[in-house]
């Protein structure tokens, strides 16, 4: 069985670094925001080429976090509008809720899954005062065409990266294409942790130094509380085992556009969409997302084959039970991709024999 993601796998090179990580931390006796922590927010800044980085509890919280550090700010105030991808993950959408936002879904480009620009300033109103830019799979949001859009009306831009480390758009990568940026550090991700990790990275050294201070109960000093915070902070013994990682980080993304080149050029079946990719740095694969109108019977034929896939996301949020008040909203190209993507293998360790397994299954369907 060619498994979708096996973790232990990919995590096997780096075990002996570890279990030295893990004697550090044990000597230095210091479990919460210590010396791994504040390396890694310094690594992961440089790596994405901006002056700060703030370790938090998860992907999830990170978002959160940029939300509420602009109220705090009096850059946003509560009942604000976002504007989002209809077909981004869950997550998203909750987190601007979590902050007391008002989500504005806009349809995503077919070809590439990220939100359509040119489907945004429609959606403007005099209530609108940020765009949540997801670079779903992996693939970076059209950056520059949102940018222009955030200047025009003056507007926060967010990259929510959760799926995007180390995307590059001319040479800057995620994470510094924006006011700030939201990372997630899950097992799963292109860089993961042991356990669930986050960030957030930002020019800007107010609003790093307000979700700093957020992240720990609203507390700069020790007991004393500027701001009503939470308890959301990177944990440390993930933080080492983030700065064992890091170093790898883009040629394990070189890694996952070989294979995705194979499948877009071996791939022949009339059955299955590609996806889009113009071959630049923008894509760093987190998932590798094909279409098909028989989406179940081809996910079976794989399984039988000895292909573990799955599918991202089956359910778009408008058509959630806990979005019941959206249940009768129309979004036709938001639901056909949810109706018919599946995702492939893609990881590191994947072997030329087994991709060329899955290409050749494929192409038999």
């Known amino acids: 069985m060619i498994k979708f993601l096996d973790l232990k796998k990919i995590n096997e090179p780096y075990e002996v670094a570890f279990q030295e990580k893990l004697k550090t931390v044990l000597a230095n006796g210091w479990y919460i925001l210590g010396n791994e922590v504040a390396a890694f927010e310094t690594n992961f800044a440089n790596y994405c080429g901006t002056k700060h980085c703030i370790g938090v ?12 550090a602009y109220i705090q700010l009096g850059k946003l105030q509560k009942g604000d509008e976002v504007i989002v991808s209809a077909n981004t993950y869950i997550a998203s959408i909750l987190a601007i809720l979590q902050a007391d936002l008002i989500p504005v879904l806009v349809e995503p480009k077919i070809e590439t899954y990220n939100i359509n620009p040119d489907l945004i300033s429609k959606k403007i109103t005099p209530k609108t005062k940020a765009i949540l830019a997801v670079h779903l799979y992996g693939q970076l949001a059209e950056m520059d065409k949102i940018n222009e859009i955030t200047k025009k009306f003056n507007l926060l831009v967010i990259e929510d990266a959760a799926q995007a480390h180390g995307a590059i758009s001319d040479s800057i990568k995620s994470g510094n294409l924006s006011n700030a940026t939201a990372f997630s550090f899950y097992p799963g991700k292109n860089l993961g942790a042991l356990g669930d990790g986050g960030a957030v990275t930002t020019n800007d050294f107010t609003l790093a130094k307000t979700i700093q201070s957020l992240r720990n109960y609203g507390s700069e000093s020790k007991y004393y509380n500027d701001f009503i915070g939470v308890n ?42 590609l996806p889009f990719w113009d071959l630049s740095g923008n894509h760093v694969f987190h998932l590798f997302v094909i279409r098909t109108k028989n989406r179940d019977d081809l996910q079976h034929y794989l399984l039988i084959n000895g292909i573990e896939t799955m599918i991202h996301y089956p359910v778009s949020t408008h058509k959630q039970k806990a979005f019941y008040a959206w ?22 360790v994947l072997t030329e024999d087994e991709v060329d397994f899955i290409i050749a299954i494929l192409n038999q369907y």
């Open 57 to 68: 509890g998860n992907g999830f919280d990170a978002l959160v976090l940029i939300f509420k």
């Open 327 to 348: 249940n009768n909203l129309s979004f036709p190209i938001t639901e056909k991709i949810h109706n018919e993507v599946l995702s492939l293998p893609m990881s590191l």
């Open 232 to 273: 959301s902070r990177l944990d440390e013994l993930q933080a080492a085992f983030l700065n064992v990682k890091l170093p790898h980080l883009d040629e394990e993304n070189n890694k996952r556009r070989s294979i995705a080149k194979r499948y877009l050029s071996e791939i022949k079946n009339d059955k299955i969409t």
